[in-house]
């Protein structure tokens, strides 16, 4: 149905490695979103995809919209330890109303 | 500063009760769209309005309402509060038509209610 599946629930790194989250539905998707949450703050837009197949980067932040238009992935390369947070995927749905559907998130813990 | 307000920040109060959480959007924003986020779980989709027509509704609840005024803030009520209701309540807000801007939402602070 609606849900996107986000994997994985969370991640423990090491400072300088990289990171790859990803976001897969049932669903077919017009838009798909990657949003960043640090703690007691709302979601922050880090990137937008509106094509299948699109790849965009932002900074060491790289996404794409899957061919199927049913997935899309999140890297992020030499993780620094501000990139903690939680990770939204979110979506907007084929036909569907404005509305974002989101994903569970990703929990990112970086050690220094 | 995503531009966008909530007002109370933090909120505790007892079961059975009514609050009203308020929401401004950004400046030349049209739509504004509640979510609630609970205790490790994502956004979940409650209501949008659009120049103060209700737009999409999700899994609100009928305790639950809200409007969008005419200088386009929210209001969010949630009435005969539950155990079940204390969680993270965000609006965002997102302008209207930019092309290539569809789904791009500027979420505010969140207010947190406790009912305790």
């Known amino acids: 149905g609606q849900q996107l599946n986000q994997s994985p629930q969370s991640m423990f790194i090491q400072e300088g490695e990289d990171v790859s989250m990803n976001c897969t539905s049932s669903?077919?998707?017009?838009?798909w979103l990657w949003y960043k949450q640090d703690p007691g703050e709302g979601p922050v837009l880090l990137i937008a995809?509106?094509?299948?197949?699109e790849l965009t980067s932002n900074g060491r932040l790289t996404a794409q919209f899957g061919i199927t238009r049913k997935d899309s992935f999140l890297n992020i390369s030499a993780s620094i330890p501000s990139d903690v947070g939680i990770y939204f995927c979110?979506?907007?749905?084929?036909?569907?109303?404005?509305?974002?559907?989101f994903g569970k998130g990703t929990k990112l813990t970086v050690n220094p | 500063d995503s531009g966008v307000t909530q007002t109370p920040k933090h909120l505790i109060t007892a079961t059975g009760q009514r609050v009203t959480l308020r929401c401004s959007p950004r400046?030349?924003?049209?739509?504004v769209y509640w979510y609630q986020q609970s205790l490790d779980q994502g956004l979940q989709f409650l209501i949008q309005?659009?120049?103060?027509?209700?737009?999409a509704k999700g899994n609100i609840l009928e305790r639950f309402s809200a409007q969008q005024f005419p200088d386009l803030h929210s209001e969010l009520n949630l009435s005969s509060l539950e155990l079940g209701d204390s969680a993270l309540y965000f609006c965002?807000?997102?302008?209207?038509?930019?092309?290539?801007?569809?789904?791009?939402?500027?979420f505010g602070e969140g207010s947190r209610l406790t009912v305790l």
């Open positions: 309005y659009y120049n103060g027509e209700e737009r």
């Open positions: 995809l509106y094509k299948a197949g």
């Open positions: 965002a807000s997102s302008a209207p038509g930019l092309a290539g801007a569809a789904g791009e939402l500027f």
């Open positions: 979110a979506g907007q749905l084929e036909g569907g109303s404005e509305k974002l559907v």
């Open positions: 400046s030349g924003d049209l739509s």
């Open positions: 669903s077919i998707f017009n838009t």
